[in-house]
């Protein structure tokens, strides 16, 4: 290796130093954040929590913390909740960064058992112990899922045959933006539609498949008609 490789490696070695250096003393300088982002949901004050979350230090932080990031994806998805108006919300009877880190893993972790190995039954039971909104659902299927459609049909389905006739409305609008104007989306809004007793909006769902099929005659006969 020339004198000037060897150069080149050292200036290497030591950015690299300097920079795990700047980082360590980075962190003892913020060392309390846990403490702080705890104190904040214990309080449910979660506005000065998000203005907290804008700060310089906690934007880098999320860079270097993967707890911090989490929380990160946890605020984007209450906001989204709070901007909807949603019931349910992730943060509810959340007192601390590990409940809502556990919280939003094991929503994606059920996920991915519904989408790979059918577990119904698993994804269920956690919705039910669980405040989970259909924004929470439709962030973790948007951003971790791998086959978006399938997943989101199934969740709807299994959310219509809980009861959860409104979610799972939600759910099928989202999954028309995904995969629009397919005829089995519109069958099974109609269909959560007959479920919950709004007749006129299930016919407005009917009407709006241009090129009805097979699949609407087996609904159908499902409905009766």
């Known amino acids: 290796m020339s004198v000037e490789g060897m150069n080149h490696e050292k200036d290497i070695v030591e950015k690299e130093r300097r920079r795990e250096e700047e ?3 980075f962190l003892q300088q ?3 954040y846990q403490k702080e982002i705890d ?10 929590l998000l203005d907290y979350y804008q700060s310089e230090p906690v934007r880098k932080l999320c860079l270097m913390e993967n707890d911090v990031a989490i929380m990160n994806i946890v605020l984007a998805i209450y906001q989204d909740e709070v901007k909807n108006g949603s019931e ?3 943060l509810t009877d959340i007192h ?4 809502a880190r556990e919280r939003y ?3 994606k972790f059920m ?3 519904l989408e790979f190995f059918h577990e119904n039954g698993r994804f269920l039971k956690f919705i039910e112990k669980n405040p989970v909104s259909p924004y929470f659902l439709m962030h973790l299927i948007y951003t971790s899922s791998f086959e978006k459609g399938d997943t989101t049909l199934k969740m709807a389905i299994l959310l219509k045959e809980s009861g959860r006739f409104a979610q799972a409305f939600a759910m099928l609008n989202f999954l028309n933006q995904l995969c629009p104007g ?3 989306i519109y069958c099974e809004m109609a269909d959560v539609c007959i479920l919950a007793g709004k007749f006129e909006s299930a016919n407005d769902c009917i009407q709006r498949i241009k090129h009805p099929s097979e699949v609407l005659t087996q609904y159908r006969k499902k409905w009766g008609v």
């Open 88 to 90: 349910g919300k992730i």
């Open 111 to 113: 996920m991915w058992r």
């Open 23 to 25: 980082n360590k003393k």
């Open 105 to 107: 893993l094991q929503a």
């Open 30 to 32: 913020h060392e309390g």
């Open 182 to 184: 397919e005829e089995i």
């Open 39 to 48: 104190r904040m949901l214990e309080d449910k004050a979660y506005d000065e």
């Open 96 to 99: 601390s960064m590990k409940e």
